[in-house]
């Protein structure tokens, strides 16, 4: 294999444009461009809402103009709506690699529809639509994919592999998670059925595993003969996943707070653009870039002072993932969980990671005691890696309002 495809997982109210720029950002900083490539997919959008709700969906497919367009993945449970998506994203945004439906997020919100999981109950309503969709998507020149399972139950999965066989010719790429509809998330994790799909295809096909991946090496090792490898869980509050960077606590406080800033200026941009979009639902948006975010951001900041902003809500889940290696950052997840203005959040993050420097630095003639416990918890280091760690001591926070992240080359 000359080059995997290293792929994020759509995931709901997760891989948002800011969480997509920060993995891109640090891909492209520290990742393996000649063994591997990098594919994104937007969070999962609502094909029906889409339509008719524009102004408060369309978030979903949007990136910073200086990051990779996504292959956008949406979902629903109305085969008119789904292939009438298709035509209008094509219509208003050629430029994305690719529509990929979704036929395997468990959620009960999403199954209520008929969509997600639920359309395998019907694989043959289901592979109609997959051909409508993928002949939609053919008359703009667009690559049509779909993510999907391996079945509802155990006793299902046979004919989930032979409703795969027959979505091969529609499909440039099919991304399975490897585990069934009642499995959920957890369980074993069949990937021997994905070896065998691929092996029965070959080259006509490019056929992405995802399920139970957890790091980057378990990526390369369970790859065998699959074009790529999807990783969900294990990414979250994790964008060094991809690389075979160990990030320091300088990085993670500089993702931290750059990470915060951007899903403001997110936040912040699409508020603007509202208006427009309900004056006129056919306009067609185009983000700017992430320099440009965090500008936006800062020029505006005190007039949001005291103000509830969802981004705040949202970021949360994304800011307890990245604390949830240092032991100390318990008091400081129950003093956010109960601020919601976004320049206070800024602030108990300043404070609590000046001093944790300082608790590092009191510490630095005892660096093999509880601190690299504290700082390093989940990297699994061994003792001789740790001891080729720059010294604590040349850990120092810098605190500044923005980030100059120029990066104007978004090639893969």
Not at 44 to 51: E, H, I, R, T, V
Not at 75 to 81: A, M, S
Not at 266 to 281: A, F
Not at 323 to 338: E, H, Q, R, S
Request: glycine residues 4%; proline residues 5%.
């Amino acid at each position: 294999m000359s080059s995997l495809l290293c792929c994020l997982a759509p995931m709901d109210w997760f891989t948002d444009a800011a969480c997509r720029s920060i993995f891109f950002r640090i891909r492209k900083q520290y990742g393996n461009h000649t063994k591997t490539q990098y594919k994104m997919r937007t969070e999962f959008m609502n094909a029906d809402g889409y339509l008719r709700q524009p102004s408060r969906i369309v978030h979903h497919l949007l990136s910073c103009s200086d990051t990779p367009y996504p292959i956008v993945q949406i979902y629903g449970g109305n085969r008119e709506t789904l292939v009438e998506a298709c035509h209008d994203i094509c219509r208003k945004y050629p430029f994305f690699p690719g529509i990929e439906l979704n036929i395997w997020c468990p959620s009960p919100s999403v199954m209520s529809c008929e969509a997600g999981a639920g359309m395998m109950k019907d694989k043959a309503k289901t592979l109609e639509t997959v051909k409508q969709m993928s002949e939609a998507c053919a008359t703009y020149g667009m690559p049509f994919s779909i993510k999907t399972r391996l079945g509802l139950t155990s006793n299902d999965k046979q004919d989930q592999i032979d409703f795969i066989h027959r979505a091969v010719p529609y499909c440039s790429m099919i991304s399975v998670h490897a585990r069934t509809f009642k499995q959920g998330h957890s369980g074993d994790v069949d990937r021997e059925t994905l070896y065998q799909i691929k092996e029965h295809f070959g080259d006509t096909i490019t056929l992405i595993g995802n399920g139970g991946i957890t790091s980057r090496d378990d990526m390369r090792s369970k790859a065998k003969n699959l074009d790529g490898i999807m990783i969900a869980q294990a990414a979250i509050a994790n964008p060094w996943i991809f690389t075979p960077h160990i990030p320091t606590p300088q990085d993670r406080y500089d993702i931290i707070k750059d990470h915060f800033l951007l899903m403001l200026g997110q936040e912040h941009w699409m508020n603007e653009q509202k208006k427009i979009l309900t004056d006129d639902p056919t306009s067609v948006l185009m983000m700017p870039s992430t320099d440009e975010l965090r500008s936006r951001w800062v020029a505006v900041k005190q007039s949001y002072a005291d103000q509830k902003l969802f981004s705040v809500l949202e970021y949360r889940k994304h800011l307890f993932g990245y604390l949830k290696t240092l032991v100390w950052a318990k008091d400081l997840k129950v003093k956010l969980a109960t601020i919601t203005d976004p320049n206070h959040v800024s602030d108990a993050l300043d404070e609590f990671f000046c001093k944790l420097s300082v608790i590092e630095m009191n510490l630095s003639n005892r660096w093999e005691s509880p601190i690299k416990k504290i700082l390093h918890r989940s990297t699994n280091l061994s003792h001789t890696q740790y001891s080729n760690q720059k010294h604590p001591h040349h850990f120092r926070i810098h605190l500044h309002e923005s980030s100059s992240y120029t990066e104007t080359d978004t090639s893969l």
